[in-house]
């Protein structure tokens, strides 16, 4: 059966986006690496919404891909105004906040 | 009147096409994911990304779902990627000093990739054939009786998820009014709200003008 199959898919590609997150420190690859997560949910929410001939999924899906956009566009202007104060986007740098 | 394709939902067998495209696709999108993670270059990234979004629309497109597919092409590789691209225009990656991954991360992050990865495909794997008993109203026959998967789509979203939907727009507007409002440019007589940023500009007239990055850089990494 091939709902697995598009199920693992989805599990991988979350997998890798959740690496690329912990392992990336440059913070606009993190928020691609987010996007990859996004992807992988995608995946197993149209699929199963494909095999249980329910339509949720795919509505769910729809709902997700606005998120994503308001959060890269939220994402990205934080990161040009922090870019104006600080020069960084290494985000082990950015760390005034910790005392 | 003539005679109506069976809509794609319909179709999709598990025939050798399918099975072949599927592998295709998910073998190119989980490759193209991993060599995101491992791009030096973020528009190497950005690139790996849009690979992984095309070949995720045609997994859409195998799963009976042309309108997402279509959807995730025009709003992800042609708004989302764009953007970051524009961004990394914008912040001048080579000014900028280079991204240091330590060794911390490494070891701790990618075992945890990797756990995470055989925890989901073991939960994936051991996934039940789901019964008739749990199906929901959208049989392939109505799918097809309503005209394709997007009019099954539109009667979804607009019948049980439309108060879900009036509030993706809310959302939408939001994040519009608030991107603007914090890309923008600090004004002169507005420094005062902001002292590290009068602080970063250099003296003369730019206030939006990051001053050298060696000094501040340095005060930031304390």
Redesign the interface.
Known sequence: ????????????????????V?????A??M???I??ML?GA??TL??F????????G??L???S??????????G??????L????????V?????LSG | MTVRRPGLANRMADNLETTVAFWYLAIAAVGAGALMLVARNPVHSAISLVIVIFHVAGLFVILGAGFLAVAQIAIYAGAIVVLFLFTLMMLDMRRLPEERVTHRQIWLGIPLGILLAIEGVVVSVGTPEISASIKGTFPPATVSELGGSTQALAVSLFNEFTLPFLGASVLLTAATIGAIVLARRVEAHEQADYPQAAEASSPDDTPAEPGPAEPVLEESAR
């Open positions: 059966m091939m709902l697995n199959g598009f199920l693992v898919v989805g599990a991988l590609l979350f997998a890798l986006g959740a690496t690329g912990l392992i990336r420190r440059n606009i690859v928020l691609m690496c996007e990859l992807q995608n995946v149209a699929a919404s494909r095999y249980l001939d329910d339509q949720a795919f509505v899906v729809v709902f891909l606005t998120v994503a956009a308001a959060e890269v566009a939220i990205l202007a934080i990161l040009v105004a870019s104006r104060v600080y020069p960084v986007v290494n082990d740098q950015l760390d005034s």
